[in-house]
T-cell receptor, first 115, second 113 residues
Framework: DQQVKQNSPSLSVQEGRISILNCDYT??????FLWYKKYPAEGPTFLIS?????DKNEDGRFTVFLNKSAKHLSLHIVPSQPGDSAVYFC??????????????FGKGTKLSVKP | DADVTQTPRNRITKTGKRIMLECSQT?????MYWYRQDPGLGLRLIYY???????NKGEISDGYSVSRQAQAKFSLSLESAIPNQTALYFC????????????FGPGTRLTVL
């Protein structure tokens, strides 16, 4: 049973336009969400996160939106650049036992930004 | 120098062989993790350790074992490798203060023939 779902395996966007990557989750106990970016032959790197007490977090060209009622989050990249071409993983965790629990990852979305 | 290193970076082995993947970190983190990535399946947790004396199974621990030799070192072993263990393996670290944010190594590409 997949708790974190990224239903789009791939996304192609023109340079300069907006990229929107989506993620859905089923576990209502999740209270912290992260996006990781992964280039080929490298490990995933942290991109941006959001706590469940917020509905938006922005860092430069990257904004994450959280809709708790819909159990949905999205990552917006504006404007998209060719260097953004990578696989993006959505991840979630829940707080229990006095600390934040392990990350549950989605399957990833491969973003291609075309010049 | 990288904060999280993995050796080897690439390995080809044969079915039935024992193999060890190693992870070292200089971040001073107490928590370490092993994941595998398969095409279309994302990252799945194999084992994790919150300190030297604490080892826990993850989602897909069957066929794997781990050893936390020191706070900075966490190794993953395949006692008898099989072809469906062909995958990318990542080590990651975190600490209590960073919460869920984990820092990943560059990965090991393992092929079992």
């Amino acid at each position: 049973d997949q708790q974190v779902k990224q239903n789009s395996p791939s996304l192609s966007v023109q340079e300069g336009r907006i990229s929107i990557l989506n993620c859905d989750y089923t576990n209502s106990m999740f209270d912290y969400f992260l996006w990781y970016k992964k280039y080929p032959a490298e490990g995933p790197t942290f991109l941006i996160s959001i706590s469940s007490i917020k509905d938006k977090n922005e860092d430069g060209r990257f904004t994450v939106f959280l809709n708790k009622s819909a159990k949905h989050l999205s990552l917006h990249i504006v404007p998209s650049q060719p260097g953004d071409s990578a696989v993006y993983f959505c991840a979630a965790s829940a707080f229990y036992g006095g600390s934040q629990g392990n990350l549950i990852f989605g399957k990833g979305t491969k973003l291609s930004v075309k010049p | 120098d990288a904060d999280v290193t993995q050796t080897p970076r690439n390995r080809i082995t044969k079915t039935g062989k024992r193999i060890m993947l190693e992870c070292s970190q200089t971040k001073g983190h107490d928590r370490m993790y092993w994941y595998r990535q398969d095409p279309g399946l994302g990252l799945r947790l194999i084992y994790y350790s919150f300190d030297v004396k604490d080892i826990n199974k993850g989602e897909i621990s069957d066929g794997y074992s781990v050893s936390r030799q020191a706070q900075a070192k966490f190794s993953l072993s395949l006692e008898s490798a099989i072809p469906n263990q062909t995958a990318l393996y990542f080590c990651a670290t975190s600490d209590f203060k960073s919460g869920s944010k984990q820092y990943f190594g560059p990965g090991t590409r393992l092929t079992v023939l």
